[in-house]
């Protein structure tokens, strides 16, 4: 199944350079002078033995610096790099997303209480789209095993959950609450913003992005 409006409204996924603002979830992430992205969740890495931030592959390389913007009035914040990238724009790929190790000497703790989730959700099940433009929004999943093309990066990608609400430019990477644990301390990440349209979101499966940095 492709996502109807996904080719249309590429664009709207693109990172792109935006104005400096404050964010709602932490800071936003951005690659140093080119483009910006929502943090979604941290996670372990065991075969690197440290914790790293997670967003989405597309607008990054591996070993791109990556800067906060703490708020309007403030510069760029260096807080780290892309030690790992999982982001193929051939036919068929499944996954979207970067891992950042952090730098020490930085006020980034966004996503402290975030925790990338490998539990795949239900269909008609609730999540919390969330990211720096729209802030958070309810939404259902509609399917967990959707396809999506785009032309602004050029990708087409499976195994998505795909879900009935819009985010929007500069929201890529966000992460979707799907549930919380430690007695609501910690959010559960199952899914980031991959892809939107006027009318949905496809996200990459929180278990697609951990197994690619586990």
């Not at 709602?24 to 002078?33: I, L, M, P, Q, S």
């Not at 982001?87 to 020490?104: C, E, Q």
């Not at 992460?175 to 559960?188: E, S």
Request: hydrophobic share 30%.
């Amino acid at each position: 199944m492709i996502g109807q409006g996904c080719k249309a409204n590429a664009k709207k996924m693109a990172l792109q350079r935006l104005p400096r603002s404050p964010l709602v979830f932490g800071k936003r992430v951005k690659k140093a002078h080119q483009g910006s992205s929502t943090p979604a969740g941290q996670m372990y890495s065991p075969s690197k033995g440290y914790t790293g931030v997670v967003t989405c592959g597309h607008g990054y390389s591996l070993n791109d610096k990556v800067s906060i913007f703490p708020a309007y009035w403030t510069p760029l914040e260096p807080i780290g790099k892309i030690t790992a990238h999982k982001f193929v724009t051939l036919y068929g790929s499944w996954n979207d997303s970067s891992f950042i190790k952090l730098d020490n000497g930085h006020s980034y703790s966004g996503t402290r209480y975030d925790e990338i989730c490998t539990q795949t959700p239900v269909v008609n099940s609730n999540i919390t789209l969330r990211g720096y433009n729209f802030g958070t929004k309810s939404a259902k999943v509609t399917s967990i095993n959707a396809s999506c093309v785009t032309l602004n990066p050029l990708m087409n990608m499976g195994n998505l959950i795909k879900a009935d609400k819009p985010v929007y430019s500069g929201d890529s990477g966000g992460g979707a609450i799907g549930g919380t644990a430690d007695g609501g301390r910690t959010n559960l990440i199952i899914g980031i913003n991959h892809a939107t349209d006027s009318y949905n979101t496809w996200l990459v499966m929180g278990s697609t992005v951990h197994n690619g940095f586990k």
